[in-house]
């Protein structure tokens, strides 16, 4: 069974930065890895619905982001240790969600229909003050 733990969240003033990260555990079932699956990064603001942030491809390393963070996070995978990051700078009230990692046997672009990966983490709140 696939795992995830979401982590890294925070209290931060506009203009701060955050790291967070996904660790994945359980990926490696019949002989799949780590490196097989892509990750994604959602996040639900108060009241709102969630939406993605971004995402990265299991086979070529490609990423893409939502237009409301682009510039300001950037996504990245480490495949040794497991684990998938999102540096996310210049942080606005605006970010302020419990982002969630998930992740699935496809690309990336598998997902911009509105189809979503099955297998999901617990989320990390950050919380950015004005």
């Known amino acids: 069974e696939v795992q995830l733990q979401a982590s890294g969240g925070g209290l931060v003033q506009a203009g701060g930065s955050l790291r967070l990260s996904c660790a994945a555990s359980?990926?490696?079932?019949?002989?799949?890895?780590?490196?097989?699956?892509?990750i994604a990064w959602f996040r639900q603001a108060p009241g709102k619905e969630r939406e993605g942030v971004s995402c990265?491809?299991?086979?070529?390393?490609?990423?893409t982001y939502a237009d409301s963070v682009k510039g300001r996070f950037t996504i990245s995978r480490d495949n040794v240790r497991n684990t998938v990051y999102l540096q996310m700078n210049s942080l606005k009230p605006e970010d302020t969600a419990v982002y969630y990692c998930?992740?699935?046997?496809?690309?990336?672009?598998?997902?911009?229909?509105?189809?979503?990966?099955?297998?999901w983490g617990r989320g990390t709140l950050v919380t950015v003050s004005s």
């Open positions: 998930a992740t699935d046997l496809g690309e990336c672009s598998d997902y911009e229909g509105g189809d979503e990966p099955d297998n």
């Open positions: 990265i491809n299991n086979s070529d390393g490609g990423t």
């Open positions: 359980g990926l490696g079932f019949d002989g799949l890895g780590f490196d097989d699956y892509m």
